[in-house]
């Protein structure tokens, strides 16, 4: 399975984004989709995860009420939209596929995401 992430980019504190993941060659449908992100200097760290079906949702403390995890089957695709973004989201953001919330099998590549303030 190969994961394209985007979406990142540069935006003031209380702004949005919406980040996606793309993914091709393998069986999107049936994996857990996860978002993890990377500050420099800092652990990766999990920030919110769907399953399979969209049903179930979970986000890490720091982004409840602001993140939203959502994915779409039939174009292969999962989204993380980011509002009232804070200086302390700023991080490499990767998405993954995998069996559980909490860790991927399969990784994307990483797309930068920077909140001014």
């Known amino acids: 399975v190969q994961l394209q992430a985007s979406g990142g980019g540069l935006v003031q504190a209380g702004g949005s984004l919406r980040l996606s993941c793309a993914a091709s060659?393998?069986?999107?449908?049936?994996?857990?989709v996860n978002w993890f992100r990377q500050a420099p200097g800092k652990e990766r760290e999990f920030v919110a995860g769907?399953?399979?079906?969209?049903?179930?949702?979970y986000a890490t403390d720091s982004v409840k009420g602001r993140f939203t995890i959502s994915r779409d089957n039939v174009k292969n695709t999962a989204y993380l939209q980011m509002n009232s973004l804070k200086p302390e989201d700023t991080a490499v953001y990767y998405c993954?596929?995998?069996?559980?919330?909490?860790?991927?099998?399969?990784w994307g590549q990483g797309t930068q995401v920077t909140v001014s303030s």
């Open positions: 993954g596929l995998g069996s559980r919330f909490g860790s991927n099998d399969y």
């Open positions: 769907i399953t399979w079906s969209g049903a179930t949702t």
């Open positions: 060659g393998g069986t999107f449908n049936y994996h857990v």
